[in-house]
């Protein structure tokens, strides 16, 4: 069975760079949620999208901003990335019909390493 | 606002013992409650749910969870415990009154010993 694709895997950036990661969800799952993992931490909710639009906003640092495109896809750009931005990203996805009842499906994570 | 607390950092079991990973919620209203298992450097997967009905729900693997409003725990528990579980168990909780947003527990890490 298909699952959320996340892209890159792993990632390395300098300081003040930029970087984006992108996340394609399960087919026809229309609700695409971003989680933040530091080492040994709990996932934090950053943001996520209901059929294109944003749905909910956790603590996504203003540095940050992402979206939800036509075909449901999901890209989470960070500017400014600090040292404190490494960190493994993981994107969710949930199917139709109960945007609120359903389980999330994670992708496998981007590792982003800010040097 | 929504939380999680799992109190325990790890739980240490003999396999073919049954085990206890527990998890206490707050909600300002139902709550939506979530057991999920992540494997080093993988993504989490879910294990089971409790929407609404049988205080018990049975998810994957054998595991199990009991639903306690009056305690506002959600306790995963397994009869029989395998090697092959130890992992880290994270519980989540999501605000039934609205909103997508899933909070997740600092998570507990389950070792079981041969």
């Known amino acids: 069975a298909a699952g959320v694709i996340q892209s890159p895997r792993h990632l390395i950036k300098e300081k003040r760079e930029t970087a984006t990661l992108k996340c394609y969800p399960i087919?026809?799952?229309?609700?695409v949620y971003w989680y933040q993992q530091g080492p040994g931490q709990d996932p934090q909710f950053l943001i996520s999208?209901?059929?294109?639009?944003?749905?909910d906003k956790g603590s996504i640092p203003d540095r940050f901003s992402a979206q939800q495109f036509s075909d449901y896809h999901s890209e989470l750009n960070m500017s400014s990335l600090e040292l404190g931005d490494s960190a493994l990203y993981f994107c969710?996805?949930?199917?139709?019909?109960?945007?609120?009842?359903?389980?999330?499906?994670f992708g496998e994570g981007s590792r982003l390493t800010v040097l | 606002a929504q939380s999680v607390a799992q109190p325990e950092d790890q739980v240490n079991v003999a396999e073919g013992n049954p085990l206890t990973v527990k998890c206490t919620y707050s909600?300002?209203?139902?709550?939506?409650l979530f057991w999920y298992v992540q494997y080093p450097n993988r993504g989490l997967q879910f294990l089971l749910k409790?929407?609404?009905?049988?205080?018990l729900v049975k998810g994957s693997y054998g595991f199990e969870a009991e639903f306690n409003k009056s305690q506002t725990s959600f306790h995963l528990k397994k009869p029989s415990a395998l090697v092959s579980d130890s992992a880290l168990y994270f519980c989540?909780?999501?605000?039934?009154?609205?909103?997508?947003?899933?909070?997740f527990g600092a998570g507990t890490r389950l070792f079981v010993k041969a």
């Open positions: 409790y929407i609404t009905g049988d205080n």
């Open positions: 087919p026809r799952h229309d609700t």
């Open positions: 999208f209901y059929e294109k639009m944003q749905s």
């Open positions: 989540a909780v999501r605000d039934a009154t609205g909103g997508f947003k899933t909070i």
């Open positions: 969710a996805s949930s199917p139709p019909g109960e945007p609120n009842t359903g389980e999330l499906f």
């Open positions: 909600v300002s209203g139902n709550p939506y």
